[in-house]
């Protein structure tokens, strides 16, 4: 299983961005998706988090401006629609998935290799 993210880029302070996520290999089920990022000097820091049922959770400074959601015609995909993007948005966003495997059906963990958002004039 391999999560690969995309959508990252240079934008300005009030601008918007949507990062995808895509949940490659053979899935037996997942059971959360979620959107964390990191900062230099900080520590990785959860940003939105989304479970099938279609609950979801958001950190307290993106709340408002940033909506996580799953793509209707893959439910291996989600997106982070970012709006009115601030300086201190900028980071390395990553993917994250708690999910089953096919093939070793062992729940656990996958991370992305994360994508760069900097927003800035």
């Known amino acids: 299983v391999q999560l690969v993210e995309s959508g990252g880029a240079l934008v300005q302070p009030g601008g918007s961005l949507k990062l995808s996520c895509a949940a490659s290999g053979n899935i037996h089920s997942i059971y959360a998706m979620a959107w964390y990022r990191q900062a230099p000097g900080k520590q990785r820091e959860l940003v939105a988090h989304l479970i099938p049922s279609g609950s979801t959770n958001y950190a307290d400074s993106v709340k408002g401006r940033f909506t996580i959601s799953r793509d209707n015609n893959n439910k291996n995909t989600v997106f982070l629609q970012m709006t009115s993007l601030k300086p201190e948005d900028t980071a390395l966003y990553y993917c994250?998935?708690?999910?089953?495997?096919?093939?070793?059906?062992?729940?656990?963990?996958?991370w992305g290799q994360g994508t760069q958002v900097t927003v800035s004039s």
């Open positions: 994250y998935a708690d999910l089953r495997p096919m093939q070793t059906m062992t729940r656990a963990e996958y």
